[in-house]
């Protein structure tokens, strides 16, 4: 039975005292359609995306990896964003051009 989340808001910093790249499934995200803000640091993203929170508002990731980055991701609605070091980066500046932003 799937269980969904009702966060709104998820931090992913490194534990010192544990290896620094975490590895996190796509499929945590399908569950927390609620999430509003959403940091990162060098976690890498395994799976395919079906659906990334649509209404995610602050989304910081710093040296992120996706193994595939969602296909449905929604920058119309975000407020806020950094991409330091990440590979989705290039992906979602090329969505921003065509629209003149």
Same mark, same amino acid.
């Given at each position: 039975?799937?269980?969904?989340?009702? &966060?709104?808001?998820?931090?992913? *910093? #490194?534990?010192?005292?544990?290896?620094?790249?975490? !590895? =996190?499934? &796509?499929?945590?995200?399908?569950? *927390? #359609?609620?999430?509003?803000?959403?940091?990162?640091? !060098? =976690?890498?993203?395994?799976?395919?995306?079906?659906?990334?929170?649509?209404?995610?508002?602050?989304?910081?990731?710093?040296?992120?990896?996706?193994?595939?980055?969602?296909?449905?991701?929604?920058?119309?609605?975000?407020?806020?964003?950094?991409?330091?070091?990440?590979?989705?980066?290039?992906?979602?500046?090329?969505?921003?051009?065509?629209?003149?932003?």
């Amino acid at each position: 039975v799937p269980v969904t989340i009702d &966060a709104e808001g998820m931090d992913l *910093m #490194p534990d010192e005292t544990k290896p620094k790249d975490k !590895c =996190v499934s &796509a499929q945590c995200f399908e569950e *927390m #359609p609620n999430m509003r803000y959403f940091c990162a640091w !060098c =976690v890498n993203f395994q799976g395919t995306f079906q659906r990334f929170p649509a209404d995610l508002k602050w989304l910081y990731l710093w040296k992120c990896h996706f193994d595939s980055p969602p296909s449905d991701f929604n920058l119309e609605e975000i407020a806020v964003f950094s991409l330091y070091h990440t590979n989705m980066a290039q992906i979602l500046i090329n969505q921003l051009s065509p629209r003149g932003k």
